[in-house]
């Protein structure tokens, strides 16, 4: 009974290939983010759905690509993965309109491009 | 610019009071954010301080907020060892559903 799940928790990859990560939320929020956290614990926010609609695409190489299929899953695609992609990238849900409007996390992915 | 700012260590011992704080550049935020993350997990929500509030209190924790000088602050009571983390304050941008996280503070504290 996991609110926020994604898989797999680690991901280690060569360079050049195309990896996805997966997340799923069981809250009932209609949005949903990707945040990637570097090596010196720095979150920077990807994108951001809310209800399937994309209404955040921050300065993100076009090689990631999110893909919403309902309101309670958000995947991440990366092509032609690149050594600068390691990181820590960590899904997460909210419910705008709801008080305080805080995200509930996910574990993360430690992803790691060799 | 939209940086939020943390200092980035705070030691601290078995008792004593941690004071985090965050400096925050959006004065127009709603809501203002305290997470916790422990090593290998997601962040944990810790409390919130709506922004016409100046404290809030939860049980350890105390927030204090001055909008004037968009400065945050977290203040731990009796800090004990599983209080060790990362601490992040984040703020939500206006009209947006967008958070910008402070940069992170790493508390640890000493038995």
């Known amino acids: 009974d996991t609110a926020v799940s994604q898989t797999p928790k680690y991901l280690v990859t060569q360079m050049g290939n195309d990896k996805s990560i997966k997340c799923e939320q069981n809250?009932?929020?209609?949005?949903m983010y990707w945040y990637k956290q570097d090596s010196k614990k720095f979150l920077k926010i990807m994108f951001s759905y809310n209800n399937k609609e994309l209404i955040i695409n921050e300065t993100v190489p076009n090689r990631f690509s999110p893909k919403s299929p309902d309101k309670a899953h958000l995947n991440l695609h990366i092509n032609s993965l690149e050594l600068g992609d390691s990181a820590v990238y960590f899904c997460?849900?909210?419910?705008?309109?709801?008080?305080?409007?805080?995200?509930?996390f996910g574990s993360g992915t430690r992803l790691t491009v060799v | 610019g939209e940086d939020v700012e943390q200092s980035l260590f705070l030691s601290v011992r078995e008792g004593d009071s941690s004071v985090i704080n965050c400096t925050y550049t959006d004065s127009s935020s709603t809501y203002l954010y305290w997470y916790k993350q422990e090593p290998g997990a997601g962040l944990q929500l810790l409390t919130y301080?709506?922004?016409?509030?100046d404290m809030k209190q939860d049980q350890r924790l105390t927030v204090l907020l001055n909008k004037k000088d968009k400065h945050l602050s977290l203040r731990i009571a009796d800090t004990q060892t599983g209080d060790s983390a990362i601490y992040f304050c984040?703020?939500?941008?206006?009209?947006?559903?967008?958070?910008?996280f402070g940069t992170g503070t790493r508390l640890k504290v000493l038995a």
């Open positions: 984040a703020e939500s941008i206006s009209g947006t559903y967008k958070y910008i």
């Open positions: 301080i709506f922004s016409n509030m």
């Open positions: 997460a849900s909210s419910q705008p309109g709801q008080g305080n409007y805080g995200y509930t």
């Open positions: 809250l009932g929020h209609d949005t």
